[in-house]
């Protein structure tokens, strides 16, 4: 939980696929003929808010696919950045990466441009399990991808997998968990599967009376990888991530867990600062032609007060391993969650789901996995 003293993170959303994924919701388009003149606006946009926050130290380059922009593209860009904005030394700046895209040539250029961290979206080495998700890579080039980004200097490799797809057994996801293990990638991401109804494979899945595993047996996935995870050498810091060490945690993604302030450019992108979160419209043709007329591409915004910031951070930290420091907490929101919520917290504790010592309530393994529905205060 944060003081406020951090320095703020910036995240530019690059809203183009080449195609999309069939489980995936968030905002992309597979237009890219459109992506110079969203550079053009994003560059337009940067400097909406020249001066406006103190030194960034963390840059992520998210999407959408933001490995389908050409080296060269990527350099500008981030040039364009640092022109309009402090970005301080030592600074993690990470871009999202599809497997198929990027050669080690192509990697090495990232790296001269000061790209130092890069996340490769795997998200399973059985082709089987690429082609029901919908990639546009296959086993052979995922392997590629990691080989080449190692080769072209990167030492911060994230990689993305996904469990709990229909149908498939532990033993099954072990066989792509265990591979990413013996790479020995500095840090992974490992998310369940969500069969969300208004995407294209939760709609298949729904028509064919395909469900997602049920709640008992996606705890034992859950609680199973990361005791895994934990007993190969890796830090689990939060619900769906795992570090080699707290030097190799997400510092940027840390920032959305602890209220650090953020910038988000681009359609659909997110911001926060102090107690007001605002967000772009959802639309890459009104995002241009916003920023071509010289207005804002802000499509709504919202000023939270005390008890909703509260929640939140309550919600935010029992997800982390870092959890809660009770004094941290009282000071910033006001609220003693001893005094006001003792009861409740003992039950938790009694029931394994948290640890409550040394001033601090952090969650366990098992009340990691079920973390979003702890927060009932």
Not at 349 to 372: C, F, H, K, Q, Y
Request: with cysteine; net charge negative.
């Amino acid at each position: 939980m944060t003081d406020g003293t951090e320095n703020p993170g910036l995240y530019i959303h690059f809203p183009f696929c080449r195609k999309r994924c069939g489980y995936c919701d968030f905002y992309s388009i597979t237009k890219t003929s459109l992506i110079p003149g969203f550079l053009d606006a994003l560059a337009a946009e940067t400097e909406l808010y020249r001066g406006e926050f103190p030194g960034f130290d963390t840059v992520y380059l998210g999407g959408g696919t933001p490995s389908l922009l050409t080296p060269g593209q990527i350099e500008i860009l981030l040039d364009a950045i640092r022109t309009s904005f402090p970005i301080l030394l030592r600074a993690e700046i990470t871009i999202e990466v599809n497997p198929a895209d990027l050669s080690r040539d192509d990697m090495t250029r990232l790296r001269l441009a000061g790209v130092n961290r890069i996340n490769i979206g795997v998200q399973s080495f059985d082709d089987r399990e690429l082609k029901f998700l919908g990639r546009r890579h296959d086993r052979k080039q995922a392997l590629s991808a990691l080989e080449a980004a190692a080769a072209a200097g990167f030492d911060n490799i994230g990689l993305d997998l996904i469990y709990g797809l229909p149908g498939r057994t532990f033993d099954e996801w072990m066989s792509s968990l265990g591979l990413a293990i013996d790479l020995h990638p500095a840090h992974m991401s490992c998310y369940e599967l969500e069969l969300k109804p208004h995407t294209p494979l939760g709609r298949m899945c729904e028509q064919r009376g395909i469900g997602s595993h049920p709640e008992d047996l996606a705890r034992e996935f859950f609680v199973r990888t990361s005791e895994i995870m934990e007993d190969s050498g890796y830090i689990h810091y939060e619900v769906s991530n795992f570090a080699a060490g707290m030097d190799r945690a997400s510092r940027h993604n840390r920032k959305y867990w602890d209220h650090t302030p953020y910038l988000g450019l681009g359609p659909a992108a997110h911001s926060f600062r102090e107690n007001k979160r605002w967000w772009n419209h959802e639309s890459v043709h009104q995002y241009v032609r916003d920023l071509k007329r010289g207005k804002s591409p802000v499509s709504d915004s919202e000023a939270l007060v005390a008890e909703q910031l509260a929640l939140e951070a309550l919600f935010l930290g029992l997800r982390t391993r870092q959890g809660i420091d009770l004094e941290r907490f009282r000071l910033r929101y006001g609220i003693d969650l001893i005094k006001e919520k003792g009861r409740l917290l003992q039950e938790w504790s009694e029931s394994g789901l948290i640890d409550i010592a040394e001033g601090n309530v952090r969650p366990t393994r098992s009340g990691m996995a079920v973390a979003d529905a702890l927060v009932v205060l």
